[in-house]
């Protein structure tokens, strides 16, 4: 079997509910999806996205560049494919390429699944069939209330999720501890789960980690910025409560320093910003060794496989705003039900995209220079 075709389309939308965290402000999300063809008619589909910015670059590099180094290449072959991709675009440095790579990778795992008549967590390892899932909230607007906080909270609960992460770091840590104070009172010990998007610098969290320490939380989401390692080791002096991170990270080289410093206790490696499904699950091989668990950021319905394939799988993400069902733009609609994911029974990673929904988004580079500012606070 061989690749014939290479098709790449990019889409940009806004989340179906409105994002805001203490760093940033999203007006649009933008995927990029790469549709491979074979001489045997069968196709694989893959994904990667960004927030707000870079889409149509990643869609140029695929196209222009990456695309040529796949075409005539055995889908079985997923490895000599990955080690082209990446050898080939490591001038980039680590980052865009790694996204666009993800993208193409993911489509020859859906390929790959196809060819074996085997959905992907099957394929990757099948230790369970399905997983817990946390329901993850982008809310940190100025005006939010905390009343508004736990009507929301209470409506998750409500849904079957037992687990919830909401997002603090305003400039006043006293209204960061109010909402948390709120939220405790309704989620349980070790299943409240607060994010801060690289807000602090390593003496603010150090200065706030005892306060942190006595809601008995899940776990602290990159309280610092994503590369500095010696900051988050210095944290984890100081706080109990355990620390999650690498979503912002592109490699196993990137996530293995927070690992052997100690600093890190989930990681949360997202398949689409590390090369996709090949080194996501060398990346979870990597963390067992240090016995950690994988609780991988985002792409919801991609995340369940890995998570069901892998025996130190943790928590799936479940992004109000943000997954493919809730945007409208699948078939066949995968969701959480009850808090608990269970990964499409299709050969391959089952996300069938409704073309027509798609149409609506497509990438306008005119449109986007003319309207973009950015949303970085």
């Known amino acids: 079997m061989k690749i014939t075709d290479l098709q790449v389309e990019a889409y940009r939308l806004p989340p179906s509910s409105p994002w805001e965290d203490a760093t940033n402000r999203v007006s649009a999300l933008e995927f990029v999806l790469v549709t491979l063809a074979t001489d045997t008619g069968l196709t694989g589909t893959g994904i990667t996205y960004t927030v707000d910015i870079g889409g149509s670059a990643m869609k140029t590099l695929i196209e222009d560049y990456l695309s040529p180094l796949v075409l005539g290449s055995d889908p079985l072959d997923y490895e000599r494919i990955w080690q082209r991709l990446t050898r080939q675009s490591r001038r980039l440095g680590l980052g865009l390429n790694a996204m666009c790579v993800s993208a193409i990778d993911i489509a020859v795992w859906d390929l790959i699944g196809k060819i074996h008549k085997l959905p992907l967590y099957r394929l990757l390892g099948g230790a369970r069939d399905e997983v817990r899932s946390y329901i993850s909230e982008i809310n940190l607007a100025n005006d939010d209330t905390v009343d508004a906080l736990v009507g929301r909270i209470e409506g998750y609960l409500a849904r079957g999720y037992d687990a919830v992460k909401i997002k603090i770091g305003y400039d006043d840590f006293d209204r960061d501890v109010e909402r948390l104070h709120a939220a405790r009172r309704l989620v349980g010990p070790g299943k409240l789960l607060v994010d801060l998007n690289q807000k602090w610098t390593a003496s603010e969290a150090i200065s706030h980690a005892q306060a942190l320490d006595e809601f008995r939380l899940g776990w602290v989401e990159e309280p610092l910025s994503a590369h500095d390692v ?38 949360q490696s997202d398949v689409a910003f590390v090369g996709g499904v090949t080194e996501w699950h060398r990346i979870a091989d990597m963390t067992a060794g240090f016995g950690k668990p994988a609780a991988p950021h985002f792409m919801m319905e991609l995340s369940m496989h890995l998570l069901c394939a892998v025996p130190n799988g943790s928590l799936l993400e479940d992004v109000v705003g943000g997954s493919l069902t809730g945007l409208g733009l699948l078939e066949e609609p995968i969701e959480v039900k009850g808090g608990v994911g269970t990964p499409s029974s299709r050969p391959g990673h089952g996300i069938v995209f409704n073309q027509d929904a798609l149409k609506r988004h497509v990438l306008d580079r005119e449109e986007v220079r003319a309207s973009f500012t950015g949303g970085s606070k």
């Open 230 to 267: 010696a900051g988050h080791g210095a944290l984890k002096q100081h706080m109990r409560t355990p620390i999650a991170l690498g979503e912002s990270l592109h490699s196993r080289q990137q996530i293995l320093p927070f690992l052997t410093a100690g600093c890190v206790d989930y990681v």
